[in-house]
């Protein structure tokens, strides 16, 4: 998709080029690893940028809706994060923004800021994922403290995060929405433990957190006590707005139009020119377009200082669809070649066929979980029904 960039975004373009060719060159690109990350927190700290997405009366530097729409498609073509700080950085600090006191705003954001702390969500419980608000897990107050009884799960990264953000239940009175109350609890806090869950990928992201007698100050409670469904709510749109995956699913494009062209389509040609293929992936082009203008109308929404509101849903329905077809695109190039990952088998698997082919089928596996994880498919359907169409 061709923007038609100011001449003073076009030197924003060329200054963040810049900055990620200095940071990674072609021969040696960003890996994912830890002293990789940390070299990329440096380089996009020098200028401010590490919080880019931070209000400037938090230190973010006030980027246009333009200025990250180019932020997010250059770091995604050079295969690196947009963010390094994970749930900290991107949805706990908009809550503290929001709902913390000025001690919990002085005491967490320097260093999520400094990506020196670590957080992990923990809202789902095993009878509590879609229907959220049925929540258990008690927090009762006892003194200046309340005491943690019970269990999250799917709480990715829970086994490196020294912080959890939860929800816990603090009445059981009125709605069940109304007796929730938002936590701050140091993942070393005795009767905290973490037991891991293997995903489909044969990786270990998931986990489940137990709370046995955990005690919190009240200090660590953000909002009012009750008022922890608030302030949930708007980090979830928050979450979602961060869902759409249009700048992966543009570098996914560019190189799925690659991959086909190098494989061998069923009625001779390449598969890129197989009519049938070539249709569905035009298609999906073609609303992947379409998704990148809405994305684009809601960054400028919440560069005007709006809350991105429910038209997150559609992001996040849209963008979990097209991501998820581009990977399957990818199978379909991998043909047999993507058979051969067996992630149950302890070790590497062996390489066989085209270098893209393994990393894509586990693209693929880990990619089924987006139109589960923060709120799956049928909910984000649910609310676009009743907040968006009004029916
Ligand atoms: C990759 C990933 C990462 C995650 N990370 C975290 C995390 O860090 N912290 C955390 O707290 N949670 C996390 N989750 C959990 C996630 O929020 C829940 O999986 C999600 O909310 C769905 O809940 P559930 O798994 O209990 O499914 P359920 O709620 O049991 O749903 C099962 C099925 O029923 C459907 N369904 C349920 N209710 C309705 C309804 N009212 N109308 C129509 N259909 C309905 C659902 O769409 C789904 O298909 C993660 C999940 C994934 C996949």
Same mark, same amino acid.
């Given at each position: 998709m061709q923007l038609g960039l100011s001449a003073a975004d076009l030197d924003f373009q060329a200054e963040v080029r810049d900055l990620i060719g200095r940071a990674f060159s072609s021969d040696a690109?960003?890996?994912?690893s830890r002293e990789h990350d940390r070299r990329w927190h440096a380089a996009m700290a020098e200028r401010g940028w590490?919080?880019?997405?931070?209000?400037t009366a938090f230190g973010?530097?006030?980027?246009s809706a333009t200025q990250h729409f180019i932020w997010e498609r250059e770091t995604t073509a050079a295969g690196l994060? $947009?963010?390094?700080?994970g749930m900290g950085l991107g949805m706990l600090a908009p809550i503290l923004f929001a709902y913390g006191t000025p001690e919990q705003q002085a005491r967490f954001l320097p260093d999520i800021r400094a990506n020196r702390v670590h957080w992990c969500q923990g809202y789902s419980e095993p009878e509590a994922g879609?229907?959220? =608000? =049925?929540? !258990?897990?008690r927090a009762t107050l006892e003194g200046d403290h309340y005491v943690v009884e019970g269990e999250k799960i799917w709480t990715s990264g829970a086994h490196l995060a020294d912080w959890i953000f939860c929800l816990t239940r603090t009445?059981?009175?009125?709605?069940?929405?109304?007796?929730i109350t938002f936590l701050l609890i140091d993942m !070393?806090?005795?009767g905290v433990s973490v037991h891991p869950i293997i995903s489909i990928d044969g990786r270990h992201m998931f986990n489940r957190v137990t709370f046995e007698g955990v005690r919190t100050s009240v $200090?660590? !409670?953000?909002?009012?006590?009750?008022e922890g469904w608030t302030v949930a709510k708007g980090l979830l749109t928050h979450e979602r707005t961060g869902q759409a995956y249009v700048s992966l699913s543009l570098s996914l494009l560019a190189r799925l139009r690659d991959a086909a062209a190098s494989v061998p389509g069923a009625h001779g040609g390449s598969l890129l020119e197989d009519p049938g293929f070539s249709s569905r992936l035009s298609l999906a082009a073609i609303e992947l377009e379409a998704l990148a203008m809405t994305e684009l109308r809601t960054l400028s929404e919440v560069a005007m200082g709006? =809350?991105?509101?429910?038209?997150s849903s559609m992001l996040k329905l849209k963008g979990t669809d097209i991501v998820q077809r581009m990977t399957e695109f990818f199978v379909e190039c991998a043909?047999?070649?993507?058979?051969?990952?067996?992630?149950?088998? $302890?070790g590497p698997p062996e390489q066989i066929g085209p270098d893209w082919a393994q990393p894509e089928v586990v693209r693929y596996l880990e990619g089924r979980a987006a139109s589960i994880a923060g709120g799956s498919d049928e909910i984000q359907r649910n609310i676009i029904a009743k907040h968006v169409l009004r029916l």
């Open positions: 690109p960003y890996d994912g590490e919080i880019s997405k931070w209000p973010g530097p006030g980027w994060p $947009a963010q390094v700080g879609s229907d959220l =608000a =049925a929540l !258990r897990t009445s059981q009175e009125g709605k069940k929405q109304e007796g !070393r806090a005795p $200090a660590n !409670r953000v909002g009012r006590e009750g709006e =809350a991105p509101g429910t038209q043909g047999p070649y993507a058979a051969p990952w067996f992630p149950e088998v $302890a």
